[in-house]
C-alpha cells in the first residue's frame, strides 16, 4: 500500500506555470520594421481600391485600426456614393521610426508618401484633388498591437524637414 501512495505521489501533475506578459517585440528596431512593413502592405492596399468596388476596401481594414479605419470607411463610402475614381499610386519614400511604448504595443514614426501621382475625380471626371496638395505628406503615424500584430491607428500630417529631399 505505501508503495501505490508513492506512485500516485509521485504522478500527480504538476501546476501549470502561469504565463508572464512579453512584449510584443524583442527590440524597438524590431517593432519599427513591423511597422514599416504594415505601412507599406497598408499603402499597396490603399493603391488597390477601387471606390466603384466596395469589396476592395477591405484590404484596407486588415492593417488599420482605430481612427484611421473609421476615416477610411467613411471617406470610401462616401466615394463610392459619389461616384469618385483613382487614379495613380501612392509611394512610401521613407520611413523613420520615433518611439516605442507599452512594450512596443505602441510605436510612432514619420512616414513621407509621395501621393504626386494620385488623382482623384468625382463622377462627372473633375479632378477634386486641392490644386495645393503638396506632393509629399510627412506623416506622423501611430501604430497599434491588436495582440497579432500592429495596426495603423492614428495618422497627423505634420510639418518638418524628414521628408525634404525625399
Known amino acids: 500500500m505505501a508503495a501505490v501512495v508513492v506512485m500516485l ?4 501533475p504538476t501546476p501549470a506555470p502561469t504565463p508572464t506578459p512579453t512584449a ?3 527590440s524597438e528596431e524590431e517593432a519599427f520594421a513591423a511597422a514599416e512593413e504594415t505601412y507599406r502592405a497598408y499603402t ?4 488597390a ?3 466603384t468596388n466596395p469589396e476592395t476596401f477591405e484590404s484596407t481594414y486588415a492593417f488599420s485600426s482605430g481612427g484611421v479605419q473609421k476615416a477610411d470607411r467613411e471617406n470610401f463610402s462616401m466615394m463610392h456614393a459619389e461616384g469618385y475614381s483613382i ?6 519614400t521613407r520611413f523613420v521610426g520615433q518611439t516605442t511604448k ?3 504595443e505602441l510605436v510612432t514614426a514619420i512616414v513621407c508618401v509621395d501621393v504626386s501621382s494620385v488623382t482623384v475625380l468625382d463622377a462627372s471626371g473633375t479632378s477634386v484633388v486641392n490644386p495645393d496638395r503638396p506632393d509629399v505628406y510627412e506623416i ?3 501604430f497599434r498591437w491588436d ?4 495596426r495603423v491607428d492614428e495618422v497627423e500630417r505634420v510639418e518638418g524637414d524628414t521628408c525634404s529631399g525625399h
Not at 9 to 12: I, K, L
Not at 147 to 150: A, D, F, I, K, P
Open 9 to 12: 505521489a509521485g504522478c500527480t
Open 24 to 26: 510584443a517585440f524583442a
Open 44 to 47: 499597396d492596399a490603399l493603391n
Open 49 to 51: 481600391v477601387d471606390p
Open 87 to 92: 487614379d495613380g499610386s501612392a509611394v512610401v
Open 102 to 104: 507599452e512594450s512596443s
Open 140 to 142: 506622423e503615424t501611430t
Open 147 to 150: 495582440g497579432v500584430r500592429l
